[in-house]
């Protein structure tokens, strides 16, 4: 005497899941449909040929997998949408501030005193920044000397080298230095104003006054 199963479930209960997941379209199965498959499959599977242990054991663990990765999502989500919010309160938070970033150039109101730093990766005899207007002449230089390595800071009156108070409006700075045995260009970290931030992508971009765009992972240090 032979005797079959009498639903006529057949294949593990992850199959059925895949099959009825495909079917169904959009309309995509949970953990609860692929427990019930489950139970189906132990309910109606051929008494002569029960399912084995290990077999069972492995579709328990793929059930705990759907479900988990149900949870996951939904844990995924509610991060996404936290790190948005802080992104956005971020955001209205630095515009209108001012941010030290690494560029050559600035908008400089020579009404009073520019700030600004640059970075010198070893001892130098001779340190000094050249000043040029928009049109790429040569304006005034800010001797600083002798200087240590490290973030060395400097200050620009807004004069030409004639003593005249120049007009605002952007420069550029070029630091040099003088070690092992010649000239070399630095990296100047300059202020500017953020005008706005955009949202979106991987992080925030500034949109700086008169200089465009940087990531927020290129601001050096944050200020009033």
């Known amino acids: 005497m032979s005797i079959t199963s009498t639903g006529g479930v057949t294949g593990s209960a992850l199959d059925q899941y895949q099959i009825q997941s495909e079917s169904a379209g959009k309309d995509e199965l949970g953990k609860n449909e692929f427990l019930n498959l489950l139970v189906a499959q132990l309910n109606n599977q051929n008494p002569l040929e029960p399912q084995g242990n290990g077999e069972f054991i492995a579709q328990l663990a793929q059930f705990s997998q759907v479900e988990g990765i149900e949870k996951l999502n939904g844990s995924m989500e509610s991060l996404v949408s936290g790190y948005q919010s802080s992104q956005a309160l971020q955001a209205s938070s630095l515009v209108g501030r001012k941010v030290i970033v690494p560029t050559d150039k600035a908008v400089v109101d020579t009404s009073e005193s520019f700030k600004a730093s640059l ?23 800010v001797n600083l000397g002798e200087q240590a390595a490290g973030n060395v800071s400097f200050i620009w009156d807004g004069k030409d080298a004639s003593g005249n108070l120049l007009p605002p409006g952007t420069y550029k700075f070029e630091a040099q230095a003088t070690y092992e045995g010649e000239t070399k260009g630095l990296y100047t970290l300059l202020p500017a104003n953020v005008d706005s931030v955009t949202l979106g992508g991987s992080e925030l971009t500034l949109n700086l006054a008169g200089l465009g765009s940087v990531p927020l992972s290129q601001v050096q240090m944050i200020g009033q």
């Not at 000094?128 to 230089?141: E, H, W």
């Open 119 to 141: 970075v010198l990766p070893t001892t130098s005899s001779n340190v000094y920044v050249n000043v040029y207007d928009q049109a790429g002449v040569a304006v005034s230089r």
